[in-house]
Nanobody, 124 residues
Framework: QVRLVESEGGSVQAGGSLRLSCAAS????????MGWFRQAPGKEREGVAD???????SYADSVKGRFTISKDNAKNTLYLQMNSLKPEDTAVYYC??????????????????WGQGTQVTVSS
């Protein structure tokens, strides 16, 4: 079992930056793929980025080149650095974890543990 707690999100203007963090507690000795998802009003939850146990990362096309996922194993913390933010990035952002070394498909049903979500608002 893993408990995930996201940092507070925020509001920025288009072109700005935000960094989200997600602290993991519980059984952090096991191997997990970690990921970030987001859900905008009226839309389905979508995968944004994920990071394997060995640090290999993967991104959705919509954020590639603007967002960076990383983790600090010593602190059991996952990060999402978001640059060049656009209004369409506005959503509730969730961190998530799934058991296993590999990440596989970046879909919500494949992930086992979820944070509570944090609001990110980008104004034009």
């Amino acid at each position: 079992q893993v408990r995930l707690v996201e940092s507070e999100g925020g509001s920025v203007q288009a072109g700005g930056s935000l960094r989200l963090s997600c602290a993991a507690s519980g059984d952090t000795r096991s191997t997990y793929c970690m990921g970030w998802f987001r859900q905008a009003p009226g839309k389905e939850r979508e995968g944004v980025a994920d990071i394997r146990t060995d640090g290999r990362t993967s991104y959705a096309d919509s954020v590639k080149g603007r967002f960076t996922i990383s983790k600090d194993n010593a602190k059991n913390t996952l990060y999402l650095q978001m640059n060049s933010l656009k209004p369409e990035d506005t959503a509730v952002y969730y961190c998530a974890a799934r058991n296993g070394f590999y990440c596989g498909a970046r879909i919500p049903s494949a992930f086992d543990y979820w944070g509570q979500g944090t609001q990110v608002t980008v104004s034009s």
